[in-house]
């Protein structure tokens, strides 16, 4: 399948109440880790899409999950994106040695990241 959803992200305003009910909720693994100076929670669900837990770095922003589409081409899809009436909250950025992405909001407000991996 083209382009299919790759990482769900958990942008928390409290990351330790986050861990712990999903934590117990699900049979989650949760792994720290660090990107760049970025605190990081990997979220290991075994069968299906995996993804992360993040503090919110939008100001006044609530928590909110956030879904990551694979692109074969993030900066050309960014753009496409924008063309097509999306706004781009965050261009293209590279994170660490994993890949980079973006953060559009579509033209009826719903946010949703692309994600291209480093091969």
């Known amino acids: 399948m083209p382009n299919p959803f790759v990482h769900l992200e958990l942008n928390s305003t409290d ?3 986050s861990k712990a009910f999903y934590g117990k909720l699900f049979e ?3 792994e720290e880790m660090k990107i760049g ?3 990081y929670t990997m979220i290991k669900v075994g069968k299906g899409t995996g993804g992360g837990m993040m503090k919110q770095l939008i100001p006044g922003a609530g928590s909110a999950w956030l879904p990551y589409v694979d ?3 993030i900066k050309t899809s960014t753009k ?3 063309s097509l009436g999306a706004k781009v909250m965050k261009d293209v950025s590279e994170v660490g040695d994993m890949g980079w ?3 559009i909001v579509d033209p009826t407000g719903a946010m949703l990241g692309l994600w291209q991996t480093k091969k």
Do not use: E, G, Y
């Open 15 to 17: 990351i330790p109440q």
């Open 28 to 30: 989650w693994t949760l």
């Open 101 to 103: 992405l973006s953060i």
């Open 80 to 82: 496409k994106a924008q």
């Open 71 to 73: 692109v074969a081409d």
């Open 37 to 39: 100076d970025l605190d």
